[in-house]
């Protein structure tokens, strides 16, 4: 007999008192155990205050530079190992004053471009431009050095095709001849296959050793025998080239030889060398127009090094980049002085660009190799010494660093080394007569790079930027550039759209309860006290739970509220409306109440077109009658989608449609059915709920609210699992996911295939995650709700996989969409893609939904071909194959899934297709992670299951033990920002 236990309210008093004594006693503890959660980690609201002044501390520094204490960190958070200068915590979330950020870059207070009085330090190259407009001269060149900022051509092509826009296109600059992922360009192909060795800086070159093998850019290649040959190829969107300029130098010993240049239209040029021991020369041919060119290097004796491969056109403005990952710029000092000198003065650039930072800030963060923001100032100086000795009179310009930051203490912390380095910088760039683009202060001060992360902007480790970040930055800095020129030399110009700097308080709503924050925890608590108080008064707490599930969902917007209680209001009138007319009905005039179905169809449905897919399907039309006509006719409104519409909306329709079916009696007590609808823990993202399954059981419920032990302790252990998975996932996303998709071409094959895997373990833990933590929170309340996931990834077959995955989804539209087109009856094929169609739509209003969703229905069709969809493996070996097939597919299709661009799309799978295999910008630990957790996923579900109850039988001490560990896990999963749940979008 089932009899109510206070074991449960003793097991969370418990638990709540293990952490509160932690928190406690934790500044008491050595540093290694400080793992904790603080008073404020705990309590939702303990900082509010004191953010709100730090804030305010934070705007009103005059030196935004000089560390500012947060105050809410004295009690609650533990000393640094190693103290380093104080610094502010960031606000993440709370609102700001009207003046927080301004609006537009040109409206700072402070100059972002630095290039002297007049604009002397960049004069000569102001003056170039004019030259080249004037066509006094054929060519302006101009060099981008960087780290992994301008990876794969990231701000540098942008700002290229910005200056090329205004001077015309010189050509693509330097090339390289042997291709790294790093030193990709965007806009041009290189077709060499091997046959060079490469020579470049060390990743370790803290004493800037002298290596005799390099050229002027530190980098430098050697032909591997006579004959080797490297093609490289525009687009054809591009100019033509139409000259070649090598760069050839000799080692130890003479060498001899030629080289022969091989158009597309098999054009013809070449020249001879001869050189003597360390002696650099450039050589230069004529090209008939071409966008493709084969160069073939010969050599009798030593080979030479190339140093340079400059490709350009009959005139235009010539940009090279340059990208040197992984290093300093001081580093490019073991260039020795011969070739250093030699380079520059074949080359002969008109600006040189340097975007350096990212190396340095880590280096002096860590103090690795003893390195010091002393040290660093000291080797630039240096190298700046050593360039303005062959460089006196050229124009440069340095791109300063962004703000960083870093996650410490459950929080993001300012980096200071990253302070230094904008500091030091901005000396040197005084000190040596070089123009600085304050790329901190254009885009907004301290904390501009949490918006970028938000808004996509930057990468997920808080130092790198997206494509889109990286235009940005481009935007910021051709635009000063072309506004100077306009100054110094009166010209007109076309200044590029500039960008509004993010604004570093916008953010989520915080009110906002997500399942995976500590205020759904005290949510939970407050309702769980409540209901147990109420039990003498089921009508009350049946209206209390009502309330607080509308509370629930107006945490996020309150107007969407209004939506569901006009579908409540609908179906509950809908559905007695089909009552009242089956009642009437007679054998000479039948009615089924048809009308009121309709009508519930059309409200429902309606509500979820005009929110959800109105401005979808206006787009698509657009671009019909765009692609004939040229025009947009249909206007596109700015409408926000209510959370879990879809969800909710499929919810209420099973009922009006049971009901008209007849499978189904009607609810005529409206707060029942009202909590149907919106009972809070499966409201925003499912599972999908049928009637006949929840309503029979809310009065008993209701009446009688009791939840033995056994119950509480399952309920437990799913919010426990639940959790577990979700801060995973969420730890997955930022770390590779989100990382390699904002920019697929900057990774490797490697990390592509990485995160292909990660994004499915991602969107598996995060909305298995919710959906433990929804079913173990309704397990709380004394409620059963359906089952939604069933190791989906070990399914032998698509139509497995849609037994196992999302399983509330994929029986609600089994049984109101497939059986109704006719199911397995008749025109099978055509019922199963229709259903999938509708299935990837009901996912989203974008293309990339529908073609993800026929995608499946054409597996289904072509499963059902086979006998896959029927039969099962007959041996072991078989499943293998056939669940290494299927988990492929459904990877697969997912990059359609989370990407929404074709060209992003077509990235990842030409990167995982291509031949670099190797991890360069992803820690291995987050791919063991991603591999432990498909580990895990394949191990048979009955050991979760026997967990589950092996915890339910446990004492309740232990039990409250576990739940404070898993408490204390999940903290240090937990990321700065409260991530939401994937499915929300839906």
Not at 684 to 708: S, W
């Amino acid at each position: 007999m089932q009899t109510r236990s206070f074991r449960n309210i003793y097991l969370l008093m418990a638990w709540a008192g293990l952490l509160l004594i932690a928190a406690g006693a934790q500044p008491s503890l050595p540093e290694p155990a400080r793992i904790f959660p603080t008073f404020a980690d705990l309590i939702p609201g303990y900082k509010t205050l004191k953010t709100q002044l730090t804030l305010l501390s934070i705007l009103s520094d005059a030196d935004e530079t000089a560390p500012v204490k947060d105050p809410s960190l004295e009690k609650d958070a533990a000393p640094e190992k190693d103290p380093a200068p104080e610094t502010e915590t960031l606000p993440q979330k709370d609102p700001a004053p009207e003046s927080a950020a301004p609006e537009h870059p040109d409206d700072k207070a402070k100059p972002v471009l630095h290039d002297g009085e007049n604009h002397a330090r960049l004069a000569k190259f102001y003056a170039a431009l004019h030259d080249l407009k004037e066509k006094k001269r054929s060519h302006v060149r101009v060099i981008q050095y960087g780290d992994s900022i301008i990876w794969a051509d990231n701000v540098a092509y942008k700002l290229k095709s910005n200056l090329q826009k205004e001077f015309g296109d010189g050509g693509r600059g330097l090339v390289t001849i042997i291709d790294s992922k790093e030193s990709v360009l965007k806009g041009h192909k290189n077709l060499t296959n091997g046959g060079f060795d490469l020579f470049q800086i060390e990743h370790n070159s803290f004493d800037r050793p002298l290596v005799a093998e390099l050229g002027f850019t530190a980098k430098s290649v050697r032909p591997q025998k006579p004959g080797a040959m490297t093609t490289q190829e525009a687009p054809p969107e591009a100019a033509p080239w139409t000259k070649a300029h090598v760069l050839l130098r000799a080692g130890d010993a003479a060498t001899t030889g030629s080289s022969l240049f091989e158009t597309a239209e098999k054009a013809q040029a070449s020249f001879d060398y001869d050189l003597q021991p360390g002696q650099c020369q450039g050589f230069e041919v004529d090209l008939a127009a071409t966008r493709r060119l084969q160069m073939t290097v010969d050599y009798k004796g030593k080979p030479p090094y190339i140093d340079a491969l400059l490709l350009e056109t009959s005139s235009g403005l010539s940009y090279s980049t340059v990208v040197r990952m992984g290093i300093h710029q001081a580093w490019m000092a073991s260039v020795s002085d011969a070739a250093l000198e030699c380079g520059y003065r074949w080359f002969a650039p008109d600006l040189v660009v340097f975007e350096f930072g990212v190396n340095e800030s880590a280096s002096i963060e860590t103090r690795f190799h003893g390195y010091t923001p002393e040290k660093y100032e000291s080797q630039l100086r240096d190298y700046y010494k050593r360039l303005r000795k062959v460089l006196p009179d050229t124009p440069i310009l340095m791109v300063g660093p962004l703000d960083r930051v870093k996650s410490q203490g459950g929080a993001l912390q300012p980096v200071p080394a990253q302070d230094d380095v904008r500091r030091i910088q901005r000396k040197l760039a005084d000190e040596f007569d070089i123009a600085f683009f304050d790329t901190y202060e254009y885009m907004g001060g301290r904390g501009h790079i949490i918006q970028m992360v938000r808004k996509g902007l930057a990468l997920n480790d808080y130092m790198h930027l997206s494509s889109a970040g990286g235009d940005m930055i481009a935007d910021g800095v051709s635009a000063e550039l072309l506004k100077g020129y306009a100054s110094y030399t009166g010209s007109q110009a076309v200044i590029p759209e500039a960008h509004t700097a993010p604004d570093v308080f916008e953010g989520e709503d915080p009110g906002a309860i997500s399942f995976n924050s500590r205020t759904y925890a005290l949510f939970l608590f407050v309702v769980l006290i409540v209901s147990s108080i109420l039990v003498r008064w089921p009508n009350l707490r049946l209206g209390f739970l009502v309330l607080v599930s509308f509370y629930f969902y107006a945490s996020w917007k309150f107007w969407p509220v209004l939506l569901i209680v006009a579908s409540t209001i609908l179906d509950y009138v809908c559905a007695l409306g089909i009552e009242k007319a089956r009642n009437l009905s007679t054998e000479a005039k039948p009615d089924r109440g048809t009308r009121y179905l309709i009508a519930s169809l059309v409200g429902n449905l309606g509500l979820l077109f005009f929110f959800k897919y109105l401005n979808f399907s206006g787009d698509v039309i657009n671009r019909v009658i765009e692609a004939f006509s040229g025009s947009r006719p249909i206007p596109v409104f700015d409408l926000l989608l209510p959370v879990g519409i879809s969800f909710y909306t499929f919810q209420t329709l099973s009922y009006t449609i049971d009901v008209w079916r007849g499978t189904l009696a009607v609810e005529r007590n409206i707060l029942r059915f009202a909590l149907y609808v919106s009972f809070f823990p499966q409201l925003v993202a499912g599972p999908i709920v049928r009637a006949a399954e929840f309503l029979p059981d809310i009065g008993r419920k209701v009446r009688h609210f009791v939840v033995t032990h056994q119950m509480f302790s399952t309920g437990l252990f799913l919010i426990f699992c639940g959790l577990i998975k979700k801060m995973t996932a969420d730890w997955i996303g930022v770390t590779i996911v989100d990382r390699v998709y904002a920019s697929p071409s900057m990774f490797t094959s490697a990390e592509n295939l990485a995160a292909l895997y990660a994004y499915g373990l991602q969107i598996y833990g995060d909305f298995s995650g919710y959906t433990d933590i929804a079913i173990g929170s309704a397990n709380l309340l004394g409620f059963h709700l359906t089952e939604n996931f069933r190791r989906p990834y070990q399914a032998a077959s698509v139509t497995e996989y849609w037994r196992r995955w999302h399983i509330s989804l994929g029986t609600w539209i089994r049984d109101y969409i497939y059986i109704a087109l006719g199911g397995n009856r008749t025109g099978v094929a055509r019922n199963l893609l229709i259903t999938m169609f509708l299935a990837g739509l009901w996912h989203g209003a974008g293309l990339n939904y529908v073609v993800w969703g026929t995608l499946h229905g054409l597996a289904l069709v072509f499963e059902r071909w086979i006998g896959w969809g029927k039969n099962d493996p007959k041996t072991l070996l078989g499943r293998v194959g056939r669940v290494f097939v299927t988990l492929h597919f459904i990877l697969f299709a997912f990059i359609i899934f989370r990407l929404n661009d074709p060209a992003m799309m077509k990235a990842v799978v030409e990167r995982i297709f291509s031949d670099s295999w190797v991890l360069k910008n992803l820690e291995w630990r987050g791919v063991a992670v991603v591999a432990f957790g498909y580990a895990f996923h394949l191990t048979p579900i009955e050991w979760r299951e026997n967990a589950g109850r092996a915890f339910r039988d446990l004492a309740w001490p232990l039990q409250s033990l576990i739940g404070a560990a898993v408490t204390v896990l999940a903290f240090q999963l937990a990321l700065p920002d409260v991530q939401p749940f994937i499915y929300f979008q839906f």
